[in-house]
Every structure is written in C-alpha cells, then in structure tokens.
C-alpha cells in the first residue's frame, strides 16, 4: 500500500523547476518538456524581452543575471521549489571562480 500511495502522488504531483539559461537552447527544449507534462518550470532570463517566447512554451519567467544578482537575491527566489537546473554556458569564466548563483547554491542547499 505505501508503494501504491508514493507511485499516486508522484504521478499527481506537479514538480516545481527553476533553471538557469533559459533562454538558450537547452532551457527552451527543457522549459518546453517540463510545461508539456505537467510540470511548472520557471527560467532564470537577463531580459525581459525574453520572457513572450518562453511564456508561450509554458515556461513562467524571472529577471536574473547570473553574473550581477547577488546570493542572497538568488537564494530567496530558490524557495518551495523542487530542483534547481543550471543550463547556462556563460559565468564561471567571466568571474574566474563561482558566481554567484553557485555560492547561494551551495549556502542555501539542504
């Protein structure tokens, strides 16, 4: 019966997604997926004027800069989510170690 009971409310659950690089081409595709099979995806954009292509995928959008916003501003955005997805190709090398998403990461993670 709890295997019965996990199997159900996993298939009923709707996870809660937050990626980085979402408007590259990885993030779009997996935006894409993740809105087609339920799930709620939100992407991590520099632009607003990104954010019409990616809502009409199903992917709700949020300003962030992976190299300017600060730890602190990212960490509060990683609340009641169930994964984080980094997909972005451009930071560590720009910052010649972390960014800032990596140290809020590693500060807020369980």
């Known amino acids: 019966m709890d295997i019965l009971c996990t199997f159900i409310r996993h298939i ?16 779009k595709h997996l935006g894409k997926t993740l809105a ?4 709620e995806p939100i992407g991590f954009i ?10 009409q995928l ?4 949020e300003l962030a800069n992976i190299i300017k916003t600060g730890v602190s501003e ?3 955005k ?3 989510i169930d994964a984080l997805i980094f997909t972005a190709s451009a930071g560590v090398e720009l ?4 960014t800032p998403i990596q140290h809020a990461v590693e500060k807020y993670s369980n």
Do not use: C, M, W
């Open 12 to 27: 009923i659950y709707i996870h809660h997604y937050q990626f980085i690089g979402a408007n590259g081409n990885i993030g």
């Open 36 to 39: 087609e099979r339920g799930d």
């Open 46 to 55: 520099r632009k607003e004027e990104q954010a019409p292509e990616l809502n």
């Open 58 to 61: 199903g992917v709700k959008t």
């Open 74 to 76: 990212y960490a509060s």
């Open 78 to 80: 990683f609340q009641s």
């Open 95 to 98: 910052t010649k170690g972390k």
